[in-house]
């Protein structure tokens, strides 16, 4: 069984780096057991378990599987070792304190576009509660179990033909509409374009993931933080985010994504980590209404 030792250069903190990476506390691909962080992953190279854990000074990753050597070769990658918290520069009070209690926070780049492309299409329009159940629905169906001594009840996510081949019932069993499933099969027709973004430069792999209809820019977003570790890759078209960003800095409510852009716009480059920092703060609107069900309501 291969292993890669990893040893952060400064302060680092596993679980809040990779923690965007897991779809719902259930999620038969990603799994928190016995101080251990468990992916079940599909890599160019074929189904991997991954292990990951830390050391006195070393992160540590084991690996099973015919993806095996592909994920301990970009380990270092999806533990955040491409991110550079140093070249940002906070300019607000509270992005700064955010900052100063959060010195282990690395962005990820797992390298795996089709993989975080499903899931954020899952998540269009609807609640993270009834996205992350598709997710999990699906995975237990169609996803393959992991290789190694992985977890009980953790899938490795199907292939793009895979998810090309569910038929139309059971989307709409998982509770995925027609316009989420249509734009999941059109993006499998293509996912070997589409993969091609996570080495490309920002703007040049928002573009190429639009061009399938039904990807938006808010699904570019959310594809392109976790396949490429972009730290601008802003989330817009969100139902909550200006406005949690806008009460953070202003304590204004109601705030838009004109507003927000203006607001993070000292953070050209960062705005991402900018946002996400600003979220760790926990400083949201208290709410006024009734609660809408839990989760984010996205555009495309």
Known sequence: MPERRWVPPGPYHLSLTLRVLQRGGRDPAY????????RASRTPYGPVTLRITTGSRAVIGEAWGAGADWALETLPALLGAEDDPGEFTARHRIVAQAVRRNPGLRLTRTGLVMEALVASVLEQKVSTREAFAAWRRLLLRYGEAPPGPAPIGMRVPPMPRQWSIIPSWEWHRAGVDDKRASAILRACRYAPRLEEAADMDLPEAMRRLQLVPGIGSWTAAEVLQRSNGAPDALTTGDLHLPGHIGYALTGRRGLGDAEM??????YAGQRHRAARLILLTG?????REPRAPLGRIARL
């Open 31 to 38: 799994r928190w057991e016995d101080g251990a962080i468990w």
């Open 261 to 266: 852009l203006e607001l993070l716009a000292p």
């Open 283 to 287: 400083r949201i609107p208290t709410r």
